[in-house]
Nanobody
């Protein structure tokens, strides 16, 4: 059974950095667009970033210039480097395959002011 397992969340002060990782047990990982979404309490889940199989990327306006998505196909892992974190970035972050046919369990990111 294919799984996505996130790691790297935690508590950080405003202005700090975290790097999230998502490891996939997926033979065809390199063929998929992978992404990160997040859901804050009381809010809908929203797209944070995507990375396509050709390496091209897409970001939500709220994170452009602060977050960077990358992938290592040999390790079947997608990363989200988050810099200049703000309290508004506090959410559960989910790794996503494609448009959402598979999700990870989520990892909590909390940014204190």
């Amino acid at each position: 059974q294919v799984q996505l397992v996130e790691s790297g969340g935690g508590l950080v002060q405003s202005g700090g950095s975290l790097r999230l990782s998502c490891a996939a047990s997926e033979t065809f990982f390199s063929l998929y667009t992978m992404g990160w979404d997040r859901q804050a309490p009381g809010k809908q889940r929203e797209l944070v970033a995507d990375i396509r199989r050709d390496g091209s990327t897409n970001y939500a306006d709220s994170v452009k210039g602060r977050f960077t998505i990358s992938r290592d196909n040999a390790k079947k892992t997608v990363y989200l480097q988050m810099n200049s974190l703000k309290p508004d970035d506090t959410a559960v972050y989910y790794c996503r395959r494609g448009t959402g046919d598979l999700w990870g369990q989520g990892t909590q990111v909390t940014v204190s002011s």
